[in-house]
């Protein structure tokens, strides 16, 4: 059995209750908020090994938010981040997803997106190209994503993986 922490943030209790029994039914010591300042309130206190964040929760961008302020804290740079999310995922096979979402903001089918989620297929490394308040264009290195709803078949086996990194 492991005892790894699992940090979920959504404002969405139901979704909450769904993932905490799936996680708690493997093992997993699960903690949980409802928006950025609660997470990383609980994060600091806690130090989870792994992190699920909701993209809308307070503000259109909050989750994105978050992982960008976890990732950049030296406590949490190694921690795995995962984004939940019904926005469509971009797939590509060249290493660098950022370059490849610079890529897809010139190209007139995508440069007006608001948000655009990259996940390399060959390396996994993944990533959010997203527009800020200000019309700037932010980038935010995550670990992967999960569709909503979660798929228990899809959520275990990838924080299986992640936690073996």
Same mark, same amino acid.
């Given at each position: ?19 905490? =029994? ?12 409802? &928006?950025?300042? @609660?997470?990383? $309130? *609980? /994060? %600091? =206190? ?12 307070? &503000?259109?961008? @909050?989750?994105? $938010? *978050? /992982? %960008? ?20 995922? *971009? ?75």
């Amino acid at each position: 059995m492991s005892t790894k922490k699992i940090l979920i943030v959504d404002d969405d209790v139901d979704i909450i209750n769904v993932m905490s =029994t799936i996680l708690e039914n493997e093992g997993y010591v699960v903690l949980t908020a409802n &928006s950025k300042e @609660e997470a990383l $309130e *609980l /994060a %600091k =206190t806690e130090v989870p090994d792994i992190a699920i964040l909701d993209v809308m929760m307070t &503000s259109h961008y @909050e989750g994105f $938010e *978050l /992982a %960008k302020s976890l990732s950049n804290n030296p406590v949490f740079k190694n921690m795995p981040i995962l984004m939940q999310t019904s926005i469509e995922i *971009l797939t590509t096979t060249k290493e660098s997803v950022r370059e490849m979402a610079r890529q897809f903001r010139q190209d007139p089918n995508y440069k007006e997106l608001q948000v655009i989620l990259l996940k390399d297929l060959v390396s996994g490394k993944a990533g959010i190209d997203y527009r800020a308040e200000d019309g700037t264009t932010v980038w935010v290195p995550v670990d992967g994503f999960l569709q909503k709803p979660v798929d228990s078949k899809k959520l275990l086996p990838e924080i299986k993986s992640l936690l073996n990194k």
